[in-house]
């Protein structure tokens, strides 16, 4: 008996369908394609994405505008990027874990920027739903020999990408096997969103506490400020990291613009280099930092420590508002 609704029900797979007219349509469609490298997932009202196995890395996210049904693409990804798996993608949605920037904690030392989870290959699981209202699947990653020679703590890591008409959802799930030992952890969403960068604002984070990373000096990068504009433009090197924030946000422009609602992910940061910064990152292509902004939630802020046993969720849903239309 099917009582929930499809999308409230994350194991209401193809083959458990009683409509025996939407199977059709989507076999023939092939909702989900798996490749040695890549996952292809696409919704019958127009909507795609791409993942690549190296990193989970959301490479692309092309999604119907309400306001006009056109399909447009809502990521940056860097013309220079490497897309072979010999390092991080420049662009898409890079899955931060365990560490968050330059490791801090003493259990993070030996870990790269942003952590191992955006530079290693995690496997396909399944597909874990495929109807009308959505297109789901879930990969995996758990320690391999290179991971255990840096991190010493047993984890599971799933990502659950789900893919609807407007609206793209990406969960991360960290569980901890162990009996004994805590994870202490951070984790974000790295979500670059095609926007122009000259007239891209967020919205929702008036009064909150942020630090601003651009700053000159260690001191001025750890002094708390409060940011007070209603509307945070990314006109110059932008790198805040706000704390505690309301996990609901706009990211609009003129005819266009997203909304983005987080689970967990009690902290967000808004990152775009401009040419001062961007300039010098290598597989930045040139004038690209006029093209995204980067508005990532995470637990980034202190560290989550994942009890013996347990499970943390993070959650990011980005829905495509178009321009004209706003959450309230
Ligand atoms: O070059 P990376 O490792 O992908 O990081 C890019 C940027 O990622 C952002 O999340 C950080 O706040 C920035 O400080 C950093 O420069």
Not at 25 to 40: A, E, H, R
Not at 64 to 70: H, K, Q, T, V
Not at 201 to 214: E, F, H, P, Q
Not at 239 to 253: G, K, L, M, R, T
Request: hydrophobic share 35%; charged share 20%.
């Amino acid at each position: 008996m099917m009582s929930k609704h499809p999308l409230s029900n994350p194991n209401h797979c193809q083959s458990s369908t009683n409509n025996r007219f939407s199977h059709l349509i989507f076999l023939s469609n092939m909702p989900v394609q798996t490749s040695s490298d890549k996952i292809s997932l696409q919704h019958p009202k127009g909507a795609s994405v791409e993942i690549l196995l190296y990193g989970a890395s959301v490479v692309s996210w092309k999604a119907p505008s309400p306001n006009d049904s056109a399909v447009a693409e809502r990521l940056f990804v860097s013309s220079k990027a490497s897309l072979d798996g010999s390092k991080p993608v420049r662009g898409g949605i890079p899955v931060v874990f365990p560490a968050f920037g330059p490791p801090t904690h003493p259990e993070h030392l030996q870990l790269p920027q942003h952590g191992f989870a955006r530079s290693y290959v995690w496997t396909y699981d399944s597909t874990v739903m495929d109807n009308e209202a959505g297109v789901s699947v879930r990969l995996l990653l758990e320690p391999n020999d290179e991971i255990k020679a840096i991190f010493k703590k047993a984890f599971q890591l799933t990502y659950v990408v789900t893919l609807a008409e407007h609206q793209l959802s990406t969960d991360l799930h960290v569980t901890n096997p162990s009996t004994t030992e805590v994870i202490p952890f951070q984790a974000l969403f790295h979500t670059y969103y095609r926007a122009p960068s000259a007239d891209v604002v967020v919205k929702s984070l008036a009064g909150l506490k942020y630090i601003d990373k651009t700053a000159s000096t260690d001191a001025e990068r750890s002094t708390l400020r409060t940011e007070t504009r209603s509307e945070v433009d990314v006109k110059q090197y932008t790198d805040s990291v706000y704390e505690d924030a309301p996990q609901s946000y706009e990211v609009i422009w003129p005819g266009d613009g997203l909304h983005i609602k987080t689970k967990n992910l009690k902290d967000l940061v808004v990152w775009n280099p401009q040419a001062e910064a961007g300039s010098k990152i290598g597989d930045m292509e040139d004038g690209g930092w006029n093209n995204y902004v980067c508005v990532e939630p995470g637990h980034v802020r202190g560290f989550i420590e994942l009890q013996p046993g347990k499970r943390w969720i993070g959650q990011q849903v980005m829905t495509v508002v178009g321009g004209g239309k706003r959450s309230s």
